[in-house]
């Protein structure tokens, strides 16, 4: 992956020298290129800016999303050209550099976008490099009035750093023609036009509520540069990414546990209301709780470390899910049927 | 008459780009920005109107220097001033203050004398809009 980026980083140093050789000689630009430098190299600036070590900590810290790291890593690449190209002043513009994050719950659409407001400020292109996460609760408000200095509060917090609005699609109810959403949206529009030097928006949602939402607000989508989609993981993947969070709690599963997780993601894709990376969470979180409860039930006399990290096939088997799930998504999903 | 109050009373006006640079600091050390304006620039009226809410939690100046624009729309024509508020225990007060906007024509102040009991004297400050 790495190797890719390298690739493509060198090919554009040498695109952007020859392009310089061409500005130095022209006239027009002769007093911008004389403050500034006349060449640039990439690879280093690539270096110095620590977008390497973000990148790096991005594919190191998240399992799978290789799509999205693809996006992001083209993302850094064409930020990093603008950047040299502004410091030779060939361009002036600030870069439309709103995005938004598709994909289904527990997919990393959050862990991302920090990632992201890390790499916007390494590179420059927001000055504080925060994240400001909201949803549709604390943009729009409940009475006439209400909305505009709620979403101007928010956005002020936001300056200067990234503002992510998760379930952005809330923001406009079709089925109700005076809700206060659409003021919020036209400010944000506001916003995301005229600020653009000083904050980011990132809008985040499951793929087929964001496509109605841009298809209704049409000034989104011609405001919004970058669209990444997020895709689900696979049972490896969350195999791998649940034993990443055990490790960072000091448990470990044994042969069996593993096995028994194992059939537990599967058979949990199926049903209803799977997060991915969440739901997985909160399986584990449940079978370090009865992990808990069988020590504590069965145990006779002092335990060793090892016994109070190990999570056994038991903890996991005992969960609903090997039942069938939850008698109410049953329901629900034999009425889908 | 230049009215001066607060800090930097005996420099020029600051600029926006001054301003921005003021407010970047007051945030850097964690306070809170209030914007408030008055037609009444006499020392001892310490009661200005308030323009919003003090600003908490802000990470960048470019959100008061928009609610500063706001304020110069509406009252270009008083004067607007900053406040930085610190709520560390034990200061729980203004830190900073300075004057970010004056009317374009401004009002003198005047001394104004009065007699009072057994021939003594007293001596009133007065803004003579």
Request: charged share 25%; glycine share 6%.
């Amino acid at each position: 992956m790495s190797l890719d980026l390298e690739q493509s980083v060198t090919n554009d140093t040498t695109k952007s020298d020859e392009t310089t050789g061409d500005e130095i000689n022209s006239p027009v630009q002769a007093d911008e290129a004389t403050s500034t430098a006349q060449a640039v190299d990439l690879a280093s600036e690539y270096e110095s800016s620590g977008v390497a070590d973000v990148l790096a900590e991005l594919d190191r810290d998240l399992i799978g999303l290789a799509p999205v790291k693809q996006r992001i890593r083209e993302t850094a690449a064409l930020l990093l050209v603008d950047r040299a190209r502004r410091a030779l002043g060939l361009s002036h513009q600030t870069p439309t550099l709103h995005m938004s994050f598709s994909g289904n719950p527990g997919t990393g659409k959050t862990t991302v976008a920090l990632k992201m407001a890390d790499l916007l400020y390494r590179l420059g292109y927001v000055r504080k490099g925060h994240l400001v996460s909201v949803t549709r609760d604390d943009l729009v408000g409940q009475y006439i009035g209400h909305t505009a200095p709620k979403t101007k509060e928010v956005l002020k917090k936001a300056m200067g750093g990234v503002l992510f609005i998760d379930e952005a699609y809330y923001l406009y109810k079709p089925d109700n023609e005076r809700d206060y959403g659409q003021e919020a949206i036209e400010i944000l529009l506001q916003v995301m036009e005229n600020n653009r030097d000083d904050l980011v928006v990132i809008m985040a949602g499951y793929a087929d509520k964001m496509d109605m939402f841009f298809r209704a607000n049409p000034g989104f989508r011609s405001r919004i540069a970058h669209h990444i989609e997020f895709p689900d993981y696979s049972g490896e993947e969350l195999m791998g990414i649940s034993e990443r969070m055990l490790a960072e709690q000091n448990y470990l599963l044994d042969e069996g546990a593993k096995q028994a997780l194992s059939a537990y993601i599967e058979l949990r894709r199926r049903q209803p209301h799977f997060a991915n990376a969440r739901s997985i969470r909160n399986a584990l979180d449940r079978a370090r709780l009865r992990q808990a409860n069988r020590l504590f039930s069965q145990a006779k006399g002092p335990l060793s470390g090892q016994a109070l990290s190990t999570i056994s096939a038991a903890d996991i088997r005992a969960s609903r899910v090997f039942q069938g799930g939850l008698d109410v998504d049953r329901n629900q999903s034999g009425d889908g049927q | 008459m230049r009215i001066t109050q607060g800090c930097f009373s005996f420099l020029p006006d600051l600029d926006d780009v001054q301003i921005a640079k003021q407010v970047e600091y007051c945030l850097e050390n964690g306070w809170a920005i209030g914007i408030e304006h008055t037609d009444d620039p006499h020392p001892r009226n310490t009661y200005w109107e308030m323009w919003g809410n003090p600003m908490f939690d802000l990470r960048d100046a470019k959100g008061v220097m928009m609610e500063l624009d706001d304020c110069r729309k509406l009252h270009g024509d008083d004067y607007i001033r900053l406040c930085a508020f610190e709520d560390e225990r034990g200061i729980e007060s203004v830190k900073m203050s300075f004057i970010v906007n004056r009317p374009a024509k401004e009002p003198r102040i005047t001394m104004t004398r009065s007699d009072y009991v057994d021939r003594a004297q007293k001596y009133a400050w007065q803004v003579n809009r």
